[in-house]
């Protein structure tokens, strides 16, 4: 994670203050009084100490003085083309997802698969960007919990048998891999925390995780939804 330094800060607080778009693929957290940020298309977060105050967001938008937005500007963190707004990340979940064997492991077993061949093609340490761009599209309807809780506890029963069982971001990819091709969905919730730094993702619907303990991801501020 690289420090942004905000010397600048204190010399514009008295600059107008305006609202502008974050550059598509940049993401912005409060975590208590600095600023993390997450840049898809390096693959990398940053960490702007004690800027949280300066700074307020609004959807995709920022606001802050004029003084910030052009540091931000200047770091290709923020421009003037407006986007179609992301997903909104969640609540922090407070309760496990209930799953339960409702589904043949056979198609289960296929979907992942096909889903350990699409990680292992994308190479050992793929891209947050690559891996969100090789799932299957979101279904397009409403999603079923029971078909949720179905593929979630085919996953488990699985995954033993996967060789590299990987991080977070592995785990998270094949089983919401794995729930859309089944025809359902789940939120991809990405968390940060800072001193010391720490990266964290799971999966949720509604107020529960699926893949991970909700005390252990209660210690992160999300950052991005997928």
Known sequence: MTDLSPHDMASS????????????????????ADLVILDLRSDTYACLPHAAPALRIVGSNVEADLGLLGLLTEA???????????????????????????????????????AVGRARRLGPTPPIKALIDALPRKPVRRVDTARVAAVTAAFARLMPWVPGQGACLHRAFLLLFMLRCAGADAVWVFGVRTWPFSAHCWLQVGDAVLDDDPERVSRYTPIMAV
């Open 13 to 32: 607080a008295s600059l107008p203050v305006e609202s502008r778009p974050l550059t598509h693929g940049v993401y912005i957290a409060p975590v208590e």
């Open 76 to 114: 290709g963190l923020v421009d003037g083309a407006p986007h179609c707004p992301g997903l909104t990340p969640p609540a922090l979940p407070a309760r496990p997802f209930r799953s339960r064997s409702a589904l043949s492991s056979i198609p289960a077993a296929a979907h992942l698969l096909v």
